[in-house]
């Protein structure tokens, strides 16, 4: 037990504190930079920020499932939404410096919130872990949408990493329901466009 604690406390300083790494292509890493005006430059630096964090929260979130889910098979599946996620991180974290910035501040903030709030959705038993990541993904799927409408038409490099996450967002949920996710109550889900909303909100300027 010591030594999971151990493991899962390395991976939380590693998501935090390290720079991740990507099995697969950058996404734009075939794309030619775009000239961006500088309120251009800093509002794709915003909206990449934002999406950086949110891949941190993804990663606590997976991680406090994943400790607490009973069923082998879920448990696998969330490490394996975790792993691609981690790729989002790399994704996102490079794109943030090409762009002159930093990650946000506040990452670890919303990662204890999201690990405290993975591990108990975890406890409530597996169909209701899988229907709060279910969930998650795919109010993620919309808010990168949202990304995709905001982002300048020319930073196609930026646009380029949006989309693939996107569909990768929305594959787990494809994912999360092929398990038995459950469906979450109205309120359930209004709290967490809440709590994105905060995050979102924070993550763009600090």
Not at 4 to 16: H, P, Q, S, V, Y
Not at 153 to 166: F, L
Request: aromatic share 6%.
């Amino acid at each position: 037990m010591l030594d999971k604690l151990i493991t899962e406390f390395d991976r939380g300083l590693r998501t935090l504190f390290a720079s991740a790494s990507s099995a697969r292509p950058h996404p734009d890493q075939q794309l030619a930079e775009a000239e961006l005006s500088p309120e251009e430059k800093r509002h794709a630096l915003g909206l990449m920020r934002v999406n950086h964090c949110g891949e941190v929260c993804a990663q606590a979130l997976y991680q406090g499932q994943a400790l607490t889910a009973r069923d082998a098979a879920a448990r696998d599946a969330l490490r394996h939404a975790a792993f691609e996620e981690v790729e989002h991180l790399a994704w996102t974290e490079r794109r943030i410096r090409e762009l002159g910035g930093r990650p946000s501040l506040f990452n670890p903030l919303w990662y204890t919130g999201s690990l405290a709030m993975g591990v108990t959705a975890g406890l409530l038993g597996d169909k209701w872990n899988l229907g709060f990541l279910q969930e998650t993904e795919l109010q993620v799927g919309a808010h990168l949408d949202s990304h995709l409408s905001e982002l300048p038409a020319s930073d196609v490099r930026s646009r380029a990493i949006v989309s693939q996450m996107r569909d990768d967002e929305l594959r787990h949920a494809d994912m999360a329901q092929s398990f038995g996710a459950a469906r979450l109550p109205a309120p359930v889900k209004g709290m967490m466009a809440l709590t994105a909303k905060l995050m979102t909100g924070s993550s763009y300027r600090l």
